[in-house]
Every structure is written in C-alpha cells, then in structure tokens.
C-alpha cells in the first residue's frame, strides 16, 4: 500500500509543475494571446531560482526569481506581439530557443551545485493518517498553493468583473476597445501575470521537485503545459485535473520499474508526450465542442 500511497503523492509532485504552468499560459489565452515560450521562460526560470537559492539558501526568493525572470521574459513577448503585432506562433517559438540557448549559458557554473536540505512539510494529524497521510498531507507547500491558484482563478475569471474585462478581450477585442477598455494593456498585464505563473513552475522544477540544474531539464513540460490548456477545453479546474492525470503517467514509469516489470526505458520515458498526443488526437475529433469553448480571438493580432 506504502509504494501506491507514494506514487499519488509523486503524481501529485509532478502535476503541480504542469499545473501552474498551464494554470499561467490559460490566462495569457483568455486574453487572447498564444505564447508558444512557455519552454524557455520556464528554462530561464529554473536557473535564476536555482541561482538564487544556491547563493542566498531561501526557497522562497529562490520562487521569486523565477517568477520575475518569466514575467521579464513575457513582458518582452508582449511588446513584440501586443504592440508591434509581431506573428504570435512565430515569436513564440523565437523565445522557447532563446530560453533555451540563455538558460544553458548562464546554467554552466551551477551544473555541479548543490543546494541545501529541504525540509520536510506535514499537515499536523492528517499527516500521520494512514496511507492519505502519506498520499496526500506531506507535500511540499507549492503543491496546495497550485490547487488554491485554480480556485482563485475560477473566482478570477467567473465571479470578478476584471475577470469578465479579461475574458471579453479574448472574446472580441474590438468590442472592449469600443467600450473604453485598454485592450493592449490588459492584454500585456494578462501575458506577464502568465509568464510569472510559468517561471514558478520553473523554479519550483529545479529547487524542489529536481534540486539541481541540468541544460534542458524543462524536457518538454512547457509544451505539455501548453497542450493542456487544450485538453482542458480554456477550464482551470480541468487543467488540474489533467496536470495530474499526466503527472501521473510521468511517475508511472518508476512505479513499474520498481515493481520489476521490465519495459523499455525509452518507451517509458515516451508516455508522457504519447499520452498528449493521444488526448489531442481524441479532442480534435470533434472541433465544433473546441470552437465553443476556445476564446475567439485566440491568436488574432488587435488593431486599435
């Protein structure tokens, strides 16, 4: 029971990486705005968080650099496409290889640091419950600050009227431009209140759920936090939902290696971007379910 007990709570680890990656790339798409860098602000993030707790030994500045280096990183983004209508897809991909290229030149002189110990958290009486106690209640702090982060954004996006202003520059932009609102600013505001959200991810990733840095550790997380926004039909709850369902798939691999079940390493290391392919696939079926749900202007230069 103990090893099922730790491959939820390992799940629960991993979705959370995903979860509030996703959670910040569904704002900057209910703006209206694709930002395809996810990859490299959350590569640029993980390394000024690593730094940061290497030198100052803080976690919690370590997540504050992180998530300053990934709003820095989307503000950019934001000019290019937000101001001087650049291609969003185009600009998008530009950043994830800069993030990329960047992360892996400022990352040289920390390939080999080691940060200090964690330490270990528990919710006083839930945590000693058997097996929930052990799935669930001893998780570190950024994994219940992930599912409060979905409950704030139904909240956000649903009952405040800046949410309805955010969702309505998604909709129709010309309408909220006619109506006074400062679509560009939102707009702007949205992009780096995303790209903040992806540079915790970041950090989180290289202090917490894999204390070191490696080039490239990101492996692809960025893109299946993309993806889900997707899967999760523009929903935050879904989009938790499926940041564990994939980070479940993700630990799974460990799992049946720990059990002795002999699969190839490859294939293993596969599931992940296979079950995103396959959970795409299955929702493209039917497009007309996607165009009810996705904001409409999603991709659409504006033009005041």
């Known amino acids: 029971m103990d090893s099922y007990a730790l491959l939820i709570a390992a799940s629960l680890n991993a979705g959370t990486v995903l979860a509030i990656a996703a959670l910040g790339l569904l704002i900057n798409e209910k703006a209206g705005i694709v930002n395809l860098g996810a990859e490299g602000m959350m590569l640029c993030a993980a390394i000024a968080g690593f730094a940061t707790v290497a030198h100052t030994g803080n976690f919690w500045f370590g997540f504050l650099a992180g998530m300053a280096a990934g709003a820095i990183l989307a503000a950019i983004f934001g000019g290019l496409v937000i101001w001087l209508n650049t291609n969003q897809y185009a600009t ?66 649903y009952r405040t009227r ?19 609102y400062p679509v560009r600013r939102i707009r702007l505001m949205a992009v780096m209140a995303g790209g903040a959200l992806c540079g915790l991810a970041g950090a989180y990733l290289s202090t917490v759920y894999t204390p070191l840095w490696v080039e490239g550790m990101v492996a692809g997380k960025g893109w299946i936090a993309l993806a889900l926004t997707t899967f999760a039909t523009w929903r935050p709850a879904r989009v938790l939902l499926g940041a564990y369902l994939f980070g479940g798939v993700t630990m799974l691999q460990f799992h049946l290696q720990a059990t002795g079940i002999e699969i190839a390493s490859q294939f293993l290391n596969m599931m992940p971007y296979l079950a995103t392919i396959v959970v795409l696939a299955l929702i493209s079926r039917n497009p007309a379910f996607i165009r009810i749900n996705m904001p409409a202007s999603l991709g659409k230069p504006f033009y005041s």
């Open 92 to 157: 998008g991909l530009a950043l994830s290889l800069f993030g990329t290229g960047f992360s892996a030149f400022a990352g040289i002189q920390y390939v080999q640091v080691k940060l200090p110990e964690q330490t270990q958290y528990a919710i006083p009486f839930l945590g000693d419950i058997p097996f929930l106690g052990m799935a669930l209640f001893r998780q570190h702090p950024m994994v219940y600050i992930g599912i409060a982060l979905m409950f704030g954004l139904i909240w956000f996006l």
């Open 162 to 180: 800046t949410g309805l202003v955010l969702r309505s520059v998604g909709e129709s932009p010309e309408s909220a431009h006619a109506l006074g």
